[in-house]
């Protein structure tokens, strides 16, 4: 019994020391070496670097896109995980299907989809620009592909709590007379608020580190259409490696804030 105890034990060291190792290769000496980059010619060079004009347009636009996104994916979420865990109708199963597409989609086809739908060679081109409206290599464009890439998150993690809560709660509200709204604020509201946050801030993060889709639609025009991702790569390519870097610390300090509320919310929903 002790062997098997001791032999239990080694086990687990093992484990465990392999986790923290890759824990340390793939994301901790990562993230130092992003940072010992960013600050190698000084805290004055990081700053000037973020403060250019084309890198604050970049982060602009990307707070822009975001801010846009979110709110529209989060209503939808709701009003999707609502009705796939509340109802029974005919086309939930394709419903379900639909808001897990981006997971299966590479972002890059999603962007070329979106250029083959509103770019010149469509039929809806002509008609675009003749009310002077242009979604490709535009703003429009850009928030078009991270709605895309961002919408399963919020739906994704309301479903499986909403359906573990079930009905009754509602029915019963329903049955005292409250309607649709007092039943979705004062019930089903207070039971998933810590899930929806959750999936709001995993929404936010991958609508601000968005790439692939948002490069093919973008254009790559610097101080119009480049996201923070869009303008590390641009400036990596043209050798700044040290703004390069700058520029990603500042995409790494919001993916850490959202990362801290992020364990924030796991820890109440653990609750």
Same mark, same amino acid.
Request: glycine share 8%; aromatic share 8%.
């Given at each position: 019994m002790q062997s098997l105890l001791k032999?239990?034990?080694? #086990?687990?060291? !093992?484990?465990?020391?392999?986790?923290?190792?890759?824990f340390v290769i793939l994301l901790l000496l990562p993230l130092l070496v992003v940072i010992s980059q960013g600050l190698t010619k000084g805290l004055d060079f990081f700053l000037a670097s973020i403060g250019e004009e084309d890198t604050l347009a970049a982060l602009? /636009? +990307?707070? !822009?896109? &975001? &801010?846009? =996104? %979110?709110? !529209? $994916?989060?209503?939808?979420?709701? =009003?999707?995980?609502?009705? #796939? +865990?509340?109802?029974?109708f005919r086309g939930r199963q394709f419903l379900l299907t639909l808001i897990d597409l981006p997971f299966s989609i590479s972002p %890059? %086809?999603?962007?070329?989809?979106y250029v083959l739908l509103f770019g010149a060679q469509s039929w809806l081109y002509p008609h675009l620009q003749a009310v002077d409206f242009q979604i490709v290599y535009a703003i429009p464009g850009i928030i078009l592909a991270t709605l895309f890439v961002s919408v399963p998150f919020v739906a994704r993690e309301l479903i499986p709590i909403m359906e573990a809560q079930g009905t009754t709660e509602e029915e019963a509200a329903a049955v005292l007379g409250a $309607?649709?709204?007092?039943?979705?604020?004062? #019930?089903? /509201?207070? $039971?998933?608020?810590?899930?929806? /946050?959750?999936? #709001? %801030?995993?929404? +936010? &993060?991958?609508?601000?580190g968005e790439f692939g889709a948002v490069s093919v639609v973008?254009?790559? @025009?610097?101080?119009? +259409? $480049?996201?923070?991702?869009?303008? @590390?790569?641009?400036?990596?390519n043209e050798y700044n490696i040290v703004v390069a870097f700058s520029v990603a610390m500042l995409l790494l300090g919001l993916s850490l804030i959202l990362l801290f509320i992020r364990q924030w919310t796991e820890a109440k929903l653990a609750r």
């Open positions: 032999k239990r034990s080694l #086990v687990e060291r !093992l484990l465990i020391g392999l986790a923290i190792l890759l602009k /636009l +990307t707070l !822009l896109a &975001a &801010a846009i =996104a %979110v709110p !529209l $994916n989060t209503i939808f979420g709701i =009003a999707a995980a609502w009705a #796939v +865990t509340k109802y029974q %890059v %086809v999603a962007g070329l989809i $309607n649709g709204w007092q039943i979705f604020y004062h #019930v089903t /509201l207070p $039971n998933i608020k810590w899930a929806l /946050l959750h999936g #709001v %801030v995993l929404c +936010t &993060a991958r609508a601000l973008s254009g790559h @025009i610097r101080g119009l +259409t $480049n996201t923070l991702p869009l303008q @590390i790569e641009i400036l990596y």
